[in-house]
């Protein structure tokens, strides 16, 4: 695990659970303002791609992370710093 | 949006809660009777939501040793501890806080929110690891605001999440402090301290412990949780307040570690604000001495509590967890919760209303807390007040399991 593009993939498929159909995502989707995830589900989604990644993922980064490209950035950092 | 458009959503908030005549927050007690009564609304009212656990606030004892300081050092020290404000008084509680507690030093802050908060945010820093229950109090919240240590959440004592995100932690845990509280102040429930202690051995971390609600209310000689749990050398940091069992104000930070001493030099919440008072100090050495002398007023606060518990529970309210002397009583409905407190108030009984987002979950809360120094028969009248209720009648929240405790 590490790279930027296995982590999109990760993030795509850990959303499904919480999208409306038909949405169509992009790595610039906004989670809240795009895909109307409320905070309890960000935080539902961050806990799942915790547990995939086995990570941890600090809350003071998370008001940094607005679309999906910037979740795949830090995942990938974090994941790169675990290794 | 302007500078001051961000609190138009807190009208419609107070108009909701005015509808009833009567703001429950910021309630005036227009003369406090007794630990457990004051005017409220022109009528004599029992107080059940005060945090008073021990009713020390007008113990004699306290109360002549507060007058003395006033009379002999003055109303105020009007500067920091570590300029003018250092008096003997501050240095001998600190000692009899230590020695209170068994442990090599304590520091005095001047309220309890700067200890939590202040202890927090100086020990640790950008780098360290900051692992906190999620139903932390706001002064610990804001503590992490303040470290820009990285912050990692366990869900409310869960110690099979808290294990999973210390492992996840691997080498970092050397630099990872774990917050924890000793009794949770809106549940009432405690922590599972004895397998945050087991999990601290395991994987490393230091542990600070907010004992602002069990000081005084559980140990055997009611030095908190710690105490209770038999693990108190596994604790490295306890925080805690004077404005609860101790019925002053005021905050303190216990340890054997030496950097106590040099944290003094390094806390922002210690140094820029003025000391305690001298009669503020002097109440709480008297009342830190009534906490030693009288354990039968622990004794009687979970006599009563359990009374209180078991009352609410046979009524069919859905409580907290565990009995204790913070009693929750879950409403699933605001306005229900809103109403249901006015009508208590209006049977002479005032408890605190607590609303979302101020609740861990979604519900509203009726929130009473417990004194040794309330009667049975008030509590009787809390009970009746309760059954009272609409909402006690509808049968819409079933009993839980329920669990009582004693010292």
């Known amino acids: 695990m590490g790279s930027y593009q296995e982590s999109v993939t990760l993030i795509y498929e850990a959303l499904e659970p919480f999208l409306q159909p038909g949405l169509v995502l992009s790595e610039d989707s906004a989670l809240v303002s795009d895909l109307g995830l409320s905070s309890l589900q960000v935080m539902e989604l961050v806990a799942e791609v915790e547990d995939r990644l086995d990570i941890t993922v600090p809350l003071n980064v998370l008001p940094d992370v607005r679309s999906i490209r910037q979740f795949a950035e830090l995942l990938t950092r974090l994941t790169g710093d675990a290794a | ?407």
């Open chain 2, 1 to 407: 949006m302007s500078l001051l458009e961000k609190f138009a959503p807190f009208e419609s908030i107070r108009a909701d809660l005015n509808a009833h005549g009567m703001m429950p927050f910021g309630v005036v007690t227009e003369k406090i009777l007794s630990p457990t009564e004051g005017l409220v609304g022109g009528k004599k009212t029992i107080l059940a939501g005060t945090n008073n656990y021990l009713g020390l606030t007008f113990a004699p004892e306290c109360v002549a040793a507060a007058q003395k300081a006033t009379a002999d050092e003055g109303t105020g020290t009007t500067g920091s501890r570590m300029a003018n404000g250092t008096y003997s008084g501050h240095r001998a509680l600190e000692q009899e806080l230590a020695a209170f507690f068994g442990r090599d030093s304590a520091m005095v802050f001047t309220t309890g929110f700067l200890a939590t908060m202040g202890m927090v945010a100086t020990l640790t820093g950008p780098g360290d690891v900051l692992l906190i229950d999620g139903d932390s109090h706001a002064s610990i919240y804001d503590g992490c605001k303040l470290s820009g240590a990285d912050i990692v959440r366990f869900r409310h004592n869960d110690l099979a999440d808290l294990e999973k995100r210390l492992r996840r932690l691997g080498e970092r845990t050397a630099n990872t402090l774990i917050v924890s509280e000793g009794l949770y102040s809106m549940m009432g429930d405690q922590a599972p301290l004895a397998g945050i202690v087991e999990l601290k051995r395991k994987y490393g971390g230091y542990l600070l412990l907010d004992e602002a609600h069990s000081v005084g209310v559980l140990g055997k000689h009611g030095r908190g949780l710690a105490e209770a749990a038999g693990v108190e050398d596994e604790v490295d940091f306890v925080v805690g307040t004077f404005s609860k069992s101790l019925g002053s104000v005021g905050g303190f930070c216990v340890s054997s570690r030496p950097e106590l001493e040099l944290i003094r030099m390094a806390a922002r919440a210690y140094i820029f604000t003025a000391s305690p008072t001298p009669s503020v100090v002097a109440s709480t050495r008297a009342a830190l001495r009534l906490v030693a002398a009288h354990p039968e007023l622990r004794k009687k606060l979970w006599r009563n509590a359990n009374r209180l518990y078991e009352g609410l529970a046979k009524i069919g309210y859905q409580l907290g967890p565990q009995a204790g002397p913070v009693v929750a009583v879950f409403v699933d409905d605001r306005e229900q919760a809103i109403a249901g407190w006015h009508q208590l108030l209006a049977a002479g009984v005032y408890v605190n209303l607590v609303l979302p987002p101020a609740t861990p979950t979604g519900a509203s809360l009726l929130r009473c807390s417990l004194s040794a120094a309330h009667t049975d028969e008030q509590i009787d009248k809390i009970l009746d007040a309760f059954a009272a209720l609409p909402m006690a009648a509808s049968g819409k929240s079933a009993a839980p399991q329920t669990r009582t405790h004693s010292v």
